[in-house]
């Protein structure tokens, strides 16, 4: 079975939804037929990828795309990166995309600052990131930067009713998932595909299970056991009955309630968030991550 988040995937500008004022910059980069090196960062799942191979498959370039989740060390710029964009072309342009470009190394960033200037008159650099204050200013300074700014619920809303009829499934209203997910678009969709339920003859519907949908409360019911000063335990429990993966939306819920939570030490609080949040991107088990903060928490409430 395709997934629905690539087989739904923008080819043109037109079927992108996202800012109007980025959507009318990059057209007139394609309309020039050359682009200069780009920086996208926002939150994740709101089409910085899909707006970063959206241009490269609009010009007549040759590509290279690297995950630098995967390959973020220095190795990967000097056997990949530099060969590829001092190698001759026959296309107009030859762009590299670093995708997830705050997960590359601070060493290997640095190591790029000379290969965009000595490879410009060939190659173009396309970042994309979480985490702007990840990535060097030197190499900020070497490209346009633009925020992907999620767009409104009804678009979002708008997309997975339009995959759904396209797909033939019967639906009601989706907007608990759009809440639920929103703004991760890539997740809304991922979600919706794997509620489809077959009925029998081909006959396709959408079957919402609850347990997806439970951390729209995750932030208020960890917030109150924060101030009712609950036992770990009881935490842990609240975050496993969640039945959520992510947690980068409790981070903020958490900084925003900080004042109210932990009075004189909202400093201390604030530092420990912060700590934890930098922590949480590079490990695998995120729950344990975010279980460690709150335990810290829970000793200055």
């Not at 470009?101 to 960033?109: E, K, N, R, S």
């Not at 678009?185 to 489809?196: A, D, F, L, M, P």
């Not at 109150?224 to 969640?242: G, H, N, T, V, Y």
């Not at 530092?271 to 000793?299: G, H, R």
Request: net charge negative.
């Amino acid at each position: 079975m395709e997934l629905w988040v690539e087989k739904y995937r923008p080819q043109n500008l037109e079927e992108y939804i996202g800012n109007d004022t980025i959507k009318n910059k990059i057209a007139d980069y394609l309309e020039q037929g050359s682009i200069q090196n780009l920086l996208f960062h926002g939150v994740a799942g709101t089409g910085k990828t899909t707006l970063a191979k959206l241009i490269a498959k609009n010009l007549n370039c040759d590509l290279l795309y690297i995950n630098a989740s995967d390959e973020r060390g220095i190795d990967t710029i000097r056997e990949k990166i530099i060969p590829f964009a001092s190698s001759m072309s026959f296309n107009d342009v030859k762009i590299v995309i670093l995708d997830e470009a705050d997960y590359i190394t601070p060493q290997a960033q640095a190591t790029l600052r000379n290969t965009i200037e000595s490879c410009s008159k060939t190659t173009r650099f396309i970042f994309t990131c979480n985490y702007l204050e990840r990535i060097i200013s030197p190499l900020q300074s070497r490209c346009q930067t633009f925020e992907i700014t999620p767009p409104s619920k009804q678009n979002v809303a708008d997309l997975a009713c339009n995959i759904l009829t396209t797909e033939g499934v019967k639906f009601g209203d989706i907007i608990s998932v759009v809440n639920t997910h929103y703004p991760d678009i890539r997740k809304i969709i991922n979600t919706i595909q794997g509620s489809v339920v077959d009925g029998g003859q081909r006959d396709y519907y959408l079957k919402i299970d609850n347990n997806s949908l439970k951390n729209t409360q995750l932030g208020g019911l960890v917030v109150d056991a924060l101030i009712r000063k609950a036992k770990l335990s009881e935490i842990r429990q609240i975050l496993a009955d969640s039945g959520a993966r992510e947690f980068d939306d409790l981070f903020k819920y958490i900084y925003n309630k900080s004042s109210v939570l932990f009075g004189d030490k909202e400093g201390e609080a604030i530092l420990i968030i912060a700590k934890y949040q930098y922590e949480y991107t590079f490990v695998l088990e995120k729950e344990i991550c975010v279980a460690a903060m709150l335990n810290k928490l829970l000793n200055i409430c």
